[in-house]
């Protein structure tokens, strides 16, 4: 079956930089696209960056432009979220999404 699996999050001080990984099995990884997304107590569960099958396009929601990067590593089968200058307001649960999959979450907090 197909299973995304995050990496672990961290505390990060506010301006600090964390970089999450998704590994992906059970699908031709190179077929999909795939996005990140985020959900903070209390609030919905929102989309945050996409990066679709073909090379080199992706997305980002205007919160985090200039700040996140995702990549793909289509030989590793991973998806990767780079957070830059992270911000108090990016502290929340993060998880990898393709299709209808969802890996498990993983908490980042952005406090000092």
Known sequence: QVQLVESRGNLVQPGGSLRLSCAASGL??????FNWYRQAPGKEREWVA????????????????????????NAKNTVSLQMNNLKPDDTAVY??????????GTQVTVSS
């Open 50 to 73: 996409g990066i679709f099958r073909g090379p080199g396009i992706d997305g980002y929601a205007d919160s985090v432009m200039k700040r996140f990067t995702i990549t793909r590593d």
């Open 95 to 104: 998880y990898c999404n393709t299709e209808d999959y969802w890996g498990q």
């Open 28 to 33: 031709s990884f190179i077929n999909y696209d």
